[in-house]
């Protein structure tokens, strides 16, 4: 019974351990951004909305384009390597694996949105305005 417990513990701090270290790397290649950080810096980027097309159409920031997180693989030669990339989706979590997509491509200068579009309060097209 003990070496159970052993094995679980370890099993834990294996995982812990794991998520801190890809944590920590992450934080050497992707910048996440406030909202006002975001809005002085995504005018002379790529900005990039990897939400799916109908959540695109439903709402997305002014200027972004959309390149969905399940088409980055296929796409991923549309996004430009020598220009900074500022990505959102609805809550952060597709962007920031989107970054981590581009950073294997040769993408250095990435940005995310902290909280995602949810949190966005500024300028929004939707496809019938």
């Not at 052993?6 to 050497?28: H, P, S």
């Not at 500022?86 to 909280?115: F, I, P």
Request: proline share 2%.
């Amino acid at each position: 019974m003990l070496w159970q417990w052993l094995i679980l513990i370890a099993i834990i701090v294996i995982f812990i351990g794991y998520t801190i270290g890809k944590m920590l790397y992450q934080r050497t290649y992707l910048k996440t951004l406030t909202q006002e950080e975001f809005i002085k810096g995504y005018r002379k980027a790529q900005l990039i909305d990897v939400r799916e097309p109908n959540e695109f159409d439903n709402g997305h920031i002014l200027g972004a384009r959309n390149l969905p997180m399940t088409q980055m693989k296929m796409r991923k030669g549309e996004v430009r390597k020598d220009k900074p990339v500022y990505l959102y989706c609805q809550n952060g979590m597709r962007s920031t694996r989107a970054a981590a997509m581009l950073k294997k491509q040769g993408c250095k200068e990435l940005y995310v949105l902290k909280g995602g579009f949810k949190k966005w309060t500024g300028k929004v097209k939707t496809k019938n305005a």
